[in-house]
């Protein structure tokens, strides 16, 4: 079973900038689509952006022109370029492949 391992999360001020980074081992980005989803504490999941297996990505409205995913197919990993970050973004941000298979989450939080 494929289990994706998210890292790069943290703590930063509005305004700021992190990139997330989901590399699932033994599993490739070429074959499956990936996407991050994020759950804020006490809220539902909710799905933040993807790429498909021809690279097109999507975007939620909310981080729409903030957020830029990517993905790295030497390395089986995908990233989360993440700008203009705003409170409301604090949340646990996780990765899902195929659809399918979860990772454990990376937490983001961002202070006023």
């Known amino acids: 079973q494929v289990q994706p391992v998210e890292s790069g999360g943290g703590s930063v001020q509005a305004g700021g900038s992190l990139r997330l980074s989901c590399t699932a081992p033994?599993?490739?980005?070429?074959?499956?689509?990936m996407a991050w989803y994020r759950q804020p504490a006490g809220k539902q999941r909710e799905w933040v952006s993807g790429?498909?297996?021809?690279?097109?990505?999507l975007y939620a409205d909310s981080v729409k022109g903030r957020f830029t995913m990517s993905k790295d197919k030497v390395r089986d990993t995908v990233y989360l370029q993440m700008n203009s970050l705003k409170p409301e973004d604090t949340a646990m941000y996780s990765c899902?492949?195929?659809?399918?298979?979860w990772g454990q989450g990376t937490q983001v939080t961002v202070s006023s």
């Open positions: 790429i498909t297996i021809d690279d097109r990505t």
């Open positions: 899902r492949a195929c659809g399918t298979y």
């Open positions: 033994g599993f490739t980005s070429k074959t499956c689509g």
